[in-house]
């Protein structure tokens, strides 16, 4: 009796001592644990804001990619400020933060609006230079822009137009609301190239004349208003996806011609599908790459003035080349 | 020697010193993570701090250049120092992911003072214009730096997820560890505590039977405790008394033998007494009539008749005397005197006999009637059946412990078993003839006890060369009698 509670006692303690080294075992080997300590990371020498309103995108992935190989390389901290959908005020908001946070240099997707140039133009004022990517905004103080040449882009669609057309043509063209200076840049790509041939002809040259509404109205006014006309060119990325969208719900789409400017996966799938005809290729990653180079070589006074515009290469692609 | 004391109290300590320690580990522990938690709720506390600051700040601002009170402006800039105070503070929260964002919201602070100072001093300058649109510029600063405040924090549940997850997890771990640390003391303490308990019960539980077994009377079992505290201590004792006891419960039933045999040897003496008793024909007739006699006989010119009778006369009444109590050997002596003069007139010639005495021992006190016998004895057995008669001397010698009486014959002796049989007192039945009617086995019994020693007579005995009787009586006596 007495032998079988000393046995069953050390037992008891055994175990329960076995299963309290576990657990005192457990906290201390619990490496996981951050201590909240000061982090004494040095300062890196620039801090430089990059600002887009296309957050998530795969283009704009890869600039950001791009950027931040140029910032990690040469000891600069780069913030990836921005909205996931085009924001025009939140964009605005977000320079001036970055003016009040007196960043050494912003980099911003440009628009051509007053307020963007007046704020762009105060950042200019207390020192902070701006540099504009992708898209412009030329009447700013800006630095410098970085980015393809939107105007380019339309000359070589418009090449393509002329190249693959066999009989006259009417074009016309599909805009959205945003980034209104980037399409009439590509728009007037287009009509320059266009105007010199007598075969096709433009259904919409005044499509900006009007106030923009979303991509999916002025597809269906486009339709409504232009039937016969059967090459689309749809002056962003949102317009070119929209518009084939609309003309399924209401024909075949094989009777269509449509030409887009963008290099987004949507479009590309479109692309791959003969749905749209061409597009053109941009090199995002090389836009970062190069804005980020431009910004420090301002920030190190390497090169000033900075040449006011950088274009990157564009090509056009067709189904073949996917 | 205080064992069990000591057992207790080393108990008690190592109870003591367990507990002290879980608690000491455990609140170890629960203080490192309220230090956690204080430093988590620090970090919130100070950001919070500083967008409340940059909002006072504006309204601090903006009532100034409502009221324009000195007591305003000096709020105002206690606020600003404070908001500049903690924006160096503000350093303490950095980390790798946050440490831009910490710079923005310090450049953030800097850039909304400035435009305060700047709406200030433009007021100041009567330049209201200019120093509402700074104040303007202030507030939308400060909006940002509310917002700012929110990213950061936000960055901060980011970041120090894991860590925030870790601290519950071990806080769940702690619950456990407690919990099963707890069951370890509880365990370990009743293991030790059935150890000590039993340590110090064990050995009383076995003095407890063995206790039982001595009160039933069982003295022979050994009592074998190995304990080394008061309860060994006991047990030795205990075994000391046990042995003790049988000793004396031995001694004890010797002592009730010896009782026995004294209440038998009362009976004996009553007997003779009885004996006499009968024998006592109204003793003043018979010393008058005998006393009568001896005057007649002188008167008739008879001396050796009366001093006979006489004699007889003295002889029976120092018999008749209460038996039982005690003479001295004076008295006895006279006794003895008496019979030898009688049995001098009877055996005539054929008798010879000398008495020496140490006369220090004339007071010493024996049992009255205990020469006699032997005496007596000496003649029946060695003069009386002897043609030539015999001779009887008595000694009486003084010794530094004892007194010797000698009673010595030259009769024909006795073998060796009679000796014996009469130190064993069982010749008792071979008193007939004697005149007191009181043998030697009585005798002997009455001086062992009065005396309370077993060794009082020697009897030497040599066949046809006499017998020799020595009392050896103690002068003082253990007296086990009354």
């Known amino acids: ?322 | 020697m205080n064992s069990i004391q000591r057992k207790i109290i080393l108990l008690s300590l190592f109870i003591w010193m367990l507990m002290l320690g879980i608690w000491l580990f455990m609140s170890y522990h629960n203080q490192k993570t309220i230090e956690q938690y204080n430093q988590i709720l620090q970090r919130y506390l100070l950001m919070n701090q500083v967008s409340n600051l940059s909002e006072n700040l504006i309204a601090t601002l903006h009532e100034y250049i409502l009221e324009i009170s000195d007591e305003q402006l000096a709020s105002y800039e206690n606020q600003k120092l404070e908001l500049q105070t903690i924006s160096v503070q503000l350093n303490s929260l950095r980390n790798s992911d946050n440490y831009m964002n910490l710079i923005n919201y310090e450049n953030m602070i800097k850039s909304q003072v400035e435009s305060t100072e700047l709406a200030l001093v433009s007021f100041q300058n009567d330049r209201y214009e200019q120093a509402a649109s700074h104040l303007d510029q202030a507030t939308k600063i400060s909006d940002y730096i509310a917002e700012m405040t929110l990213t950061i924090l936000d960055r901060e549940l980011k970041t120090y997820h894991q860590f925030y997850r870790s601290i519950i997890q071990q806080s769940t771990n702690l619950e456990k560890m407690g919990f099963w640390i707890l069951l370890m003391a509880s365990f370990l303490l009743l293991l030790f505590s059935y150890l000590f308990a039993g340590s110090i019960t064990r050995p009383i539980l076995k003095l407890t039977l063995a206790v039982k077994e001595i009160s039933r009377g069982k003295f022979d079992r050994q009592i074998n405790i190995k304990s080394n505290d008061e309860i060994g201590f006991l047990a030795n004792v205990f075994e000391r008394m046990r042995i003790d006891i049988k000793k004396l419960i031995g001694e004890m039933k010797e002592k009730v033998k010896i009782e026995r045999d004294l209440n038998k040897h009362k009976l004996l003496l009553k007997e003779s007494e009885l004996k006499s008793l009968q024998s006592q024909i109204n003793p003043h007739f018979l010393f008058n009539t005998l006393n009568t006699i001896s005057k007649k006989a002188y008167l008739e010119e008879a001396y050796e008749t009366s001093d006979l009778i006489t004699s007889v006369s003295n002889l029976l009444r120092y018999n008749l005397r209460q038996m039982g109590k005690t003479v001295t050997i004076l008295e006895e002596m006279k006794g003895v005197q008496e019979y030898l003069a009688i049995q001098k007139v009877r055996f005539f010639d054929r008798v010879q006999y000398d008495i020496d005495i140490d006369g220090k021992c004339f007071s010493f006190e024996i049992p009255s009637l205990t020469i006699q016998p032997f005496v007596e004895n000496a003649f029946i057995h060695a003069i009386e059946p002897s043609e030539e008669g015999g001779e009887i001397h008595i000694k009486i010698k003084d010794q530094p412990e004892h007194v010797l009486i000698c009673i010595e014959d030259k009769g024909k002796g006795m073998s060796q078993e009679k000796v014996n049989a009469i130190l064993k007192g069982e010749a008792s039945n071979h008193y007939e003839g004697h005149s007191t009617g009181i043998g030697t086995s009585n005798v002997i019994t009455r001086l062992r006890l009065h005396f309370g020693i077993h060794d009082v007579i020697q009897i030497s005995s040599v066949p046809e060369k006499g017998t020799k009787i020595t009392l050896q009586l103690p002068k003082r006596s253990k007296n086990i009698n009354e």
């Open chain 1, 1 to 322: 009796m007495r032998k079988m509670i000393i046995v069953a006692l050390s037992m008891g303690s055994i175990i329960t001592m076995i299963i309290s080294a576990y657990y005192i075992i457990n906290m201390y080997s619990d490496h996981s644990i951050l201590y909240l300590d000061p982090d004494e990371t040095d300062y890196n020498k620039y801090r430089i804001v990059l600002i887009s309103d296309q957050l998530g995108s795969a283009s704009w992935n890869e600039l950001v990619h791009g950027a931040k190989f140029i910032a990690e390389n040469n000891n600069t901290d780069l913030n990836i400020w921005g909205t996931y959908r085009t924001n025009q005020s939140e964009i605005i908001k977000q320079i001036e933060i970055a003016i009040a946070s007196k960043v050494d240099g912003i980099l911003v997707q440009g628009i051509n609006h007053p307020d963007f140039i007046e704020v762009v133009n105060q950042a200019s004022i207390k020192g902070i230079p701006v540099i504009t990517i992708a898209s412009d905004a030329p009447s700013s103080l800006r630095r410098s822009y970085v980015g393809v040449d939107h105007y380019q882009e339309g000359v070589k669609i418009a090449e393509y137009i002329q190249k693959t057309i066999e009989s006259p043509v009417n074009v016309c063209f599909l805009a959205g609301e945003d980034f209104i200076n980037l399409q009439e840049m590509r728009q007037r790509g287009v009509m320059d190239t266009l105007n010199t041939n007598e075969e096709i002809k433009i259904a919409n040259p005044n499509v900006f004349n009007d106030t923009l509404k979303s991509a999916f109205q002025e597809s269906i006014s486009l339709l409504n208003e232009n039937p016969n006309c059967k090459h689309i060119v749809a002056l962003n990325a949102n317009g070119a996806s929209q518009i084939v969208k609309t003309i399924k719900t209401r024909s075949r789409i094989e009777n269509y011609k449509i030409y887009a400017f963008d290099d987004n996966s949507e479009i590309k799938e479109l692309l791959k599908d003969g749905v749209i005809q061409a597009t053109i290729e941009h090199h995002p990653k090389e836009i970062g790459v190069k804005s980020m180079v431009m910004m420090l070589k301002w920030l190190e006074g390497r090169e000033i003035p900075l040449e006011k515009y950088y274009y990157t290469p564009s090509k056009v692609i067709t189904e073949t080349d996917l």
